[in-house]
């Protein structure tokens, strides 16, 4: 009975405020801002750009590009300055691999855990999806099966300088 008396009030109390004017407060205006793609996922776009371009060892163009030359020339088309020889000059700093990869970070392979072998880009490190240039594929979106011949030699993940 005493729960019946507390629904009562709410319920009246609920259908005089539906009859309250909203009120506005005025000089404000409703803004929408666009959100940017982050630098990760405009290296991913630009990335993608180049799927179904052949490999060429030390190729940094749509003619023909290599893994390094893929992480180049999306980082240029995307607006980034970066040297073709950046990949290559990557160490296999062990401390990165404490940090979760993220979103157009560049996962290192290696085949002795000393000299960067590959390199990727990260399009989704969480379903394990990366872009790269492989020797006989050319450029294409990977997933990097769990004890496949790459999974085995990746190293770390590192940010593009």
Not at 3 to 26: D, F, R, W
Not at 28 to 49: D, F
Not at 62 to 75: E, F, K, P, Q
Request: glycine content about 10%; hydrophobic content about 40%.
């Amino acid at each position: 009975m005493r729960n019946m008396g507390i629904y009562s009030v709410l319920a009246c109390l609920l259908s005089l405020t539906a009859c309250i004017p909203e009120q506005k407060t005025p000089g404000l205006i409703n803004v929408s801002i666009p959100v940017l793609p982050s630098r990760g996922h405009l290296l991913v776009q630009s990335a993608e750009t180049f799927i179904g371009t052949e490999y060429r060892w030390g190729g940094t163009e749509r003619t023909g590009i290599d893994c390094s030359g893929l992480i180049y020339a999306a980082a240029r088309q995307a607006g980034f300055a970066v040297r073709r020889t950046t990949t290559r000059r990557m160490q296999l700093d062990y401390q990165d691999a404490l940090t979760p990869p993220l979103v157009g970070d560049l996962p290192l392979f290696s085949h002795d855990g000393k000299k960067v072998a590959h390199v990727g880009i990260w399009k989704d490190p969480e379903k394990l999806l990366m872009v790269h240039s492989g020797s006989s594929t050319g450029v294409i979106v990977s997933y990097l099966r769990p004890k496949g011949y790459w999974s085995t030699r990746l190293v770390v993940s590192k940010k593009l300088p």
